[in-house]
T-cell receptor, first 115, second 109 residues
Framework: DGGITQSPKYLFRKEGQNVTLSCEQN?????MYWYRQDPGQGLRLIYY???????QKGDIAEGYSVSREKKESFPLTVTSAQKNPTAFYLC??????????????FGDGTRLSIL | AQRVTQPEKLLSVFKGAPVELKCNYS??????LFWYVQYSRQRLQLLLR??SRESIKGFTADLNKGETSFHLKKPFAQEEDSAMYYC???????????FGSGTQLTVLP
């Protein structure tokens, strides 16, 4: 069954700790994206990657880091520098970047909370 | 910079009534717009895109460049239409989608 898998579903972090959210896709998609979803603010782009070993900052990249060592994986690290990390994080992918009519496929999301 | 505005956070209509979810955008280039939907306990998914001029589940959306709008409409709402709806604008230069803040639609029996 093809799709995007995000893990874990819920994640708790102590202040000052880094934490990594996993996103894996078996759709053979080139492009992957990380969004943050806050109540009343919709989805805001954190980072995106159009191809392996390449990624760009989105609108709210500060306090986050990513890597794209494999086509199917795009982990997001929430660092201690992120002042307000409590949010719902969504991962998405498209077959190819730069083609607007490609729909984005989304994962189920990870809810991160600060203890 | 591009921006997408959905002025209504919550919208309730009765079953069988017409429904319109508003979306306005600002973008200096030629816009490409989408509607995404998230039903309860399901993933966010594409509903329709303006370039296809399609009708999905009875919903249509027309791009009005003069009013910079892309409102989502359905003549007769059904209870299964209850969901969160997001309008999104694609920026070719940045190669990314910009989402609105979403509208939670509730269709009452």
């Amino acid at each position: 069954d093809g799709g995007i898998t995000q893990s874990p579903k819920y994640l708790f972090r102590k202040e000052g700790q880094n934490v990594t959210l996993s996103c894996e896709q078996n759709l053979n998609h080139d492009a992957m994206y990380w969004y943050r979803q806050d109540p009343g603010q919709g989805l805001r782009l954190i980072y995106y990657s159009q191809i392996v070993n390449d990624f760009q900052k989105g609108d709210i990249a500060e306090g986050y880091s990513v890597s794209r060592e494999k086509k199917e994986s795009f982990p997001l690290t929430v660092t201690s520098a992120q002042k307000n990390p409590t949010a719902f994080y969504l991962c998405a992918s498209t077959a190819a970047a730069g083609i607007s009519n490609q729909p984005q496929h989304f994962g189920d999301g990870t809810r991160l909370s600060i203890l | 910079a591009q921006r997408v505005t959905q002025p209504e956070k919550l919208l309730s209509v009765f079953k069988g009534a017409p429904v319109e979810l508003k979306c306005n955008y600002s973008y200096s280039g030629s816009p490409e717009l989408f509607w995404y939907v998230q039903y309860s306990r399901q993933r966010l998914q594409l509903l329709l895109r303006h370039i296809s001029r399609e009708s999905i589940k009875g919903f249509t959306a027309d791009l009005n460049k003069g009013e910079t709008s892309f409102h989502l409409k359905k003549p007769f709402a059904q209870e299964e239409d209850s969901a969160m709806y997001y309008c999104a604008l694609y920026s070719g230069s940045a190669r990314q989608l910009t989402f609105g803040s979403g509208t939670q639609l509730t269709v009452l029996p």
